[in-house]
């Protein structure tokens, strides 16, 4: 058995056989040609065939991985109509009076080139594309065809590297996974490869021979290894976690892209808790319809200063353009008594959870909260985000905060700086005296989010972190489940929306309860997602 | 001649896909449009120029239009800068 480890860039376990892909091998020669309008002419046809090939793998790539990730093939068209590299492969042609196979190989090492020699790593792999588009020109005009022979047999697809469009254009239905030499997590294959549900393994570095062409081998894409001629072992270790896998992608099948609805009709929306950029792809293949809650405590936990406003933005940004207008809840900073960081210095405390802590930092150091905020309202332009603050107990806290709010949208005007006008702000309710003033409440906000966990908390009066109080703790507690309807009435009743973000949302006993409340979301953990819409279409 | 200056505030600069955005904003235009870096100059119509700077986050670009829409083109384009990069 032979053990290679690289990088996974999606998650699941393959067992088959390797196929090396095999691309067409083309030698292009330089010949000499008399009729160089008439060599130009067939450039120009073979680039335009090009382009509408382009054009469906373009259409083709919208459905398999949605627009944001096919618009590498939209850039590949430019690429072949851009003036630059056209008049350099009629210039070859007219000047040195030669094939345009020839000009346009020279072409397109010498565009490659320049991105090679610049001194950015994003830009260098650009070099990639050019000979990717230029590839494509090159097998029209040669006849060979498009694409590669893929055996019929399913197979783990092996390579040095794929190029986007060849990754697209792959039988999905005959590739059990791709295992490739080179290759970054951030290349456009990666992504597609990620999107397209494929486990991959890419970086294997150039262990990964052409020699091991058609023996058997196993992805392991959660740990990023390839396992080749497996023992007895091993592969029965690995059909295990695939099974599993696969069980929890057949609930996805079955239930993907189904709505959140009883049988009686009743909808509610389903949502995905996260704590990371990086949750974000499980989000997507879990199929939830928007982030409920997004703790943006990493950014301040992570590091060992307070994040920048870019940092911040960067982040904001990305999630809202990954999940492509689908609603972000993002709550603001949340720390203090669990979740301690170094450098806010904060007193230790008798009583943390009833302590300094969340929106009580950002109301008293409103440095920092203006720098969130200030990152949220930019990043806002880039996607459906909305704002949620925790811990609220008073009517006042909510002016203080829209008053800050003001402030910072003032400020980015003056600046100069894009934001977005309306951001929809939401509270959490999470202490007994929001459910209790959750009317006057709902008059000052867009929506409700019940952070069940603090609310039991403080309900019950039972220190969640304390251990030997788990037999007193009961989330199904009468009180608890009596303050989220109060909470949801009153928010109906202001023609407001209501959803549960904590642990209960996930709570399969208490569905049925949540959905005769009338609540309009639950966001719970992205694994959970598909086995809470089972649920909700098994209810009345 | 029209002319505006932008510092790019996208953490990852003028990558493929803005660069692409660009590209097809700016062919909608019948003036000559220009993007400039440290005096280089590119047509922002040609996907390879746009690229080929290499811009990136924090650098300033200066943009120029000549001909007949170039105040409409000076405008949009700044709108594009604004909302994209």
Same mark, same amino acid.
């Given at each position: 058995?032979?053990?290679?480890?690289?990088?996974?860039?999606?998650?699941?376990?393959?067992?088959?056989?390797?196929?090396?892909?095999?691309?067409?091998?083309?030698?292009?020669?330089? *010949?000499?040609?008399?009729?160089?309008?008439?060599?130009?002419?067939?450039?120009?046809?073979?680039?335009?065939?090009?382009? *509408?090939? +382009?054009? %469906?793998?373009?259409?083709?790539?919208?459905?398999?991985?949605? %627009?944001?990730?096919?618009?590498?093939?939209?850039?590949?068209?430019?690429?072949?109509?851009?003036?630059?590299?056209?008049?350099?492969?009629?210039?070859?042609?007219?000047?040195?009076?030669?094939?345009?196979?020839?000009?346009?190989?020279?072409?397109?090492?010498?565009?490659?080139?320049?991105?090679?020699?610049?001194?950015?790593?994003?830009?260098?792999?650009?070099?990639?594309?050019?000979?990717?588009? *230029?590839?494509?020109?090159?097998?029209?005009?040669?006849?060979?065809?498009? $694409?590669?022979?893929?055996?019929? %047999?399913?197979?783990?697809?092996?390579?040095?590297?794929?190029?986007?469009?060849?990754?697209?254009?792959?039988?999905?239905?005959?590739?059990?996974?791709?295992?490739?030499?080179?290759?970054?997590?951030?290349?456009?294959?990666?992504?597609?490869?990620?999107?397209?549900?494929?486990?991959?393994?890419?970086?294997?570095?150039?262990?990964?021979?052409?020699?091991?062409?058609?023996?058997?081998?196993?992805?392991?894409?959660?740990?990023?290894?390839?396992?080749?001629?497996?023992? @007895?072992?091993? +592969?029965?270790?690995?059909?295990?976690?695939?099974?599993?896998? =696969?069980?929890?992608?057949?609930?996805?099948?079955?239930?993907?892209?189904?709505?959140?609805?009883?049988?009686?009709?009743?909808?509610?929306?389903?949502? /995905?808790?996260?704590?990371?950029?990086?949750?974000?792809? /499980?989000?997507?293949?879990?199929?939830?319809?928007?982030?409920?809650?997004?703790?943006?405590?990493?950014?301040?936990?992570?590091?060992?200063?307070?994040?920048?406003?870019?940092?911040?933005?960067?982040?904001?940004?990305?999630?809202?353009?990954?999940?492509?207008?689908?609603?972000?809840?993002?709550?603001?900073?949340?720390?203090?008594?669990?979740?301690?960081?170094?450098?806010?210095?904060?007193?230790?405390?008798?009583?943390?959870?009833?302590?300094?802590?969340?929106?009580?930092?950002?109301?008293?150091?409103? %440095?920092?909260?203006?720098?969130?905020?200030?990152?949220?309202?930019?990043? /806002?332009?880039?996607?459906?985000?909305?704002?949620?603050?925790?811990?609220?107990? *008073?009517?006042?806290?909510?002016?203080?905060?829209?008053?800050?709010?003001?402030?910072?949208?003032?400020?980015?005007?003056?600046?100069?700086?894009?934001?977005?006008?309306?951001?929809?702000?939401?509270?959490?309710?999470?202490?007994?005296?929001?459910?209790?003033?959750?009317? @006057? =409440?709902?008059?000052?906000?867009?929506?409700?989010?019940?952070?069940?966990?603090? =609310?039991?908390?403080?309900? #019950?009066?039972?220190?969640?972190?304390?251990?030997?109080?788990?037999?007193?703790?009961?989330?199904?507690?009468?009180?608890?489940?009596?303050?989220?309807?109060?909470?949801?009435?009153?928010?109906?009743?202001?023609?407001?929306?209501?959803?549960?973000?904590?642990? #209960?949302?996930?709570?399969?006993?208490?569905? @049925?309860?949540?959905?005769?409340?009338?609540?309009?979301?639950?966001?719970?953990?992205?694994?959970?997602? =598909?086995?809470?819409?089972?649920?909700?279409?098994?209810?009345? | 001649?029209?002319?505006?200056?932008?510092?790019?505030?996208?953490?990852?600069?003028?990558?493929?896909?803005?660069? $692409?955005?660009?590209?097809?904003?700016?062919?909608?235009?019948?003036?000559?449009?220009?993007?400039?870096?440290?005096?280089?100059?590119?047509?922002?119509?040609?996907?390879?120029?746009?690229?080929?700077?290499?811009?990136?986050?924090?650098?300033?670009?200066?943009?120029?239009?000549?001909?007949?829409?170039?105040?409409?083109?000076?405008?949009?384009?700044?709108?594009?800068?604004?909302?994209?990069?």
């Amino acid at each position: 058995m032979i053990t290679l480890t690289g990088k996974s860039v999606f998650g699941g376990v393959s067992i088959g056989k390797l196929s090396f892909y095999k691309r067409n091998q083309k030698v292009i020669k330089r *010949s000499h040609v008399d009729d160089v309008e008439a060599e130009c002419t067939r450039f120009q046809e073979a680039k335009a065939t090009a382009v *509408s090939q +382009l054009q %469906e793998l373009y259409n083709k790539a919208i459905e398999d991985v949605g %627009e944001a990730n096919a618009m590498i093939f939209e850039i590949h068209q430019m690429m072949l109509e851009d003036l630059d590299y056209i008049e350099s492969i009629e210039n070859i042609i007219r000047t040195q009076e030669v094939n345009a196979e020839f000009a346009v190989a020279t072409t397109a090492d010498n565009f490659a080139q320049m991105f090679a020699s610049m001194d950015d790593a994003y830009m260098q792999g650009r070099a990639a594309d050019v000979k990717d588009v *230029s590839e494509r020109v090159l097998d029209i005009l040669c006849g060979v065809g498009e $694409g590669v022979k893929q055996t019929d %047999e399913l197979s783990i697809i092996a390579a040095d590297d794929l190029a986007p469009s060849e990754t697209v254009q792959l039988d999905k239905s005959k590739v059990l996974g791709f295992a490739t030499m080179y290759g970054s997590s951030n290349s456009h294959t990666a992504i597609l490869a990620r999107t397209m549900n494929i486990p991959a393994v890419i970086g294997l570095g150039e262990s990964l021979s052409p020699q091991y062409d058609g023996q058997m081998a196993v992805i392991d894409g959660f740990t990023g290894t390839l396992y080749i001629d497996p023992d @007895e072992e091993t +592969l029965a270790v690995m059909q295990e976690k695939r099974e599993k896998d =696969l069980a929890q992608k057949a609930l996805l099948e079955q239930l993907k892209g189904k709505e959140n609805v009883t049988k009686s009709g009743q909808k509610i929306n389903v949502y /995905a808790n996260i704590g990371n950029v990086s949750d974000v792809g /499980a989000v997507l293949k879990n199929d939830a319809g928007g982030i409920g809650l997004f703790r943006s405590e990493f950014l301040y936990l992570e590091n060992d200063t307070l994040p920048t406003e870019e940092q911040q933005f960067s982040v904001y940004k990305q999630v809202a353009e990954n999940m492509a207008g689908k609603k972000v809840i993002i709550r603001t900073l949340d720390i203090g008594a669990d979740k301690q960081v170094d450098y806010f210095d904060l007193d230790k405390e008798e009583n943390p959870a009833l302590g300094y802590r969340a929106i009580r930092i950002c109301l008293t150091r409103t %440095e920092i909260f203006k720098t969130q905020l200030r990152a949220l309202y930019r990043a /806002a332009m880039f996607g459906n985000i909305s704002i949620m603050f925790p811990m609220i107990i *008073s009517i006042k806290e909510i002016h203080k905060i829209k008053e800050i709010i003001a402030e910072v949208k003032e400020e980015l005007k003056a600046e100069g700086i894009p934001y977005k006008e309306d951001v929809e702000l939401g509270v959490m309710i999470e202490t007994p005296a929001s459910v209790m003033i959750s009317r @006057e =409440l709902a008059k000052e906000v867009d929506y409700f989010s019940v952070g069940t966990n603090d =609310l039991t908390q403080y309900t #019950l009066a039972i220190d969640r972190q304390n251990s030997k109080l788990d037999e007193f703790y009961d989330p199904h507690h009468p009180a608890v489940l009596a303050m989220i309807k109060m909470a949801a009435d009153n928010a109906h009743a202001e023609g407001k929306w209501i959803g549960i973000c904590g642990e #209960l949302g996930a709570d399969l006993k208490l569905t @049925e309860e949540f959905l005769k409340m009338g609540l309009d979301e639950l966001s719970v953990s992205p694994s959970m997602v =598909l086995p809470l819409r089972k649920r909700i279409r098994e209810c009345e | 001649m029209k002319e505006f200056k932008y510092v790019i505030t996208d953490p990852e600069g003028i990558h493929a896909r803005p660069a $692409g955005l660009l590209v097809k904003q700016a062919a909608g235009y019948k003036s000559d449009i220009k993007i400039g870096k440290n005096e280089k100059m590119a047509d922002a119509k040609r996907i390879f120029g746009v690229m080929g700077l290499g811009v990136k986050t924090g650098e300033e670009i200066v943009m120029t239009a000549e001909g007949e829409d170039e105040d409409t083109a000076i405008t949009e384009l700044e709108e594009f800068f604004k909302a994209n990069l």
